[in-house]
Nanobody, 126 residues
Framework: VQLIESGGGLVQAGGSLRLSCAVS????????IAWFRQAPGKEREFVAA????????YYADSVKGRFTISRDNAKNTVLLQMNSLKPEDTAVYYC????????????????????WGQGTQVTVSS
């Protein structure tokens, strides 16, 4: 399984970016897919996730109402639309996937994801 992120860049506070994660390998629809981020000197944190089957979505409180995760099973792609960006959103954003089913729970647990992309840098200037 390969995950390739794109869409990062430099944007001013209040602006928008859309990240894309292209997933290759086994059946895309059988994965839970999530976005995590890691800022310099900080631990990796959960951002958002989309579940297999029902396409439910989950968000960290810090991005709720500003970010939207969506998946296109026909294109094997997951998007993260980021609006109203803040300087504290600056980080490397990683796409992650897992095929083990945890009963629709634990989406925030990074150690439960088996496949990771290389990351894409998002920088928000004030």
């Amino acid at each position: 399984v390969q995950l390739i992120e794109s869409g990062g860049g430099l944007v001013q506070a209040g602006g928008s970016l859309r990240l894309s994660c292209a997933v290759s390998g086994r059946t895309f629809s059988s994965y839970d897919i999530a976005w995590f981020r890691q800022a310099p000197g900080k631990e990796r944190e959960f951002v958002a996730a989309t579940s297999r089957g029902d396409d439910n979505t989950y968000y960290a409180d810090s991005v709720k109402g500003r970010f939207t995760i969506s998946r296109d099973n026909a294109k094997n792609t997951v998007l993260l639309q980021m609006n109203s960006l803040k300087p504290e959103d600056t980080a490397v954003y990683y796409c992650a996937a897992r095929d083990v089913y945890y009963g629709g729970s634990y989406y925030q647990a990074g150690h439960l994801y088996d496949y990771w992309g290389q990351g894409t840098q998002v920088t928000v200037s004030s």
